[in-house]
């Protein structure tokens, strides 16, 4: 059985940053391309980041973000990481970790065949 579970969450001031942790178990994590998302309050859930599997390379990332996240793998230890910098108040949502069987870090979370339940983020101002 698959599973993710998201951890780093929390309140923030604007300006100030985050790191969230996603664990995965159950699943080839290696060659599995890792996303993450985020869903605001009366928001569809929005790609923020992807990172590929171990076969191919390439970390995609919305344009909303780019320059102030990055995302990062650690495949010994079934981890996956998304470093937020410089939050402003539209940071604010819960945020996703997506794993997929393919190699390929698709944008798309139809894509993706497993979720973990979320992480929330809030940033004041």
């Known amino acids: 059985q698959v599973q993710l579970v998201e951890s780093g969450g929390g309140l923030v001031q604007a300006g100030g940053s985050l790191t969230l942790s996603c664990v995965a178990s159950g699943m080839a994590f290696n060659r599995a391309a890792m996303g993450w998302f985020r869903q605001a309050p009366g928001k569809e859930r929005a790609f923020v980041a992807a990172?590929?599997?171990?076969?191919?390379?390439?970390?995609p990332v919305a344009n909303s973000v780019r320059g102030r996240f990055t995302i990062s793998r650690d495949n010994a230890k079934n981890t996956v990481y998304l470093q937020m910098d410089k939050l402003t108040p539209k940071d604010t949502a819960v945020y996703y970790c997506?794993?997929?069987?393919?190699?390929?870090?698709?944008?798309?979370?139809?894509?993706?065949?497993?979720w973990g339940g979320g992480t929330q983020v809030t940033v004041s101002t």
């Open positions: 990172i590929t599997g171990i076969f191919t390379s390439g970390t």
């Open positions: 997506a794993g997929r069987g393919g190699d390929w870090p698709s944008p798309g979370s139809s894509s993706y065949d497993y």
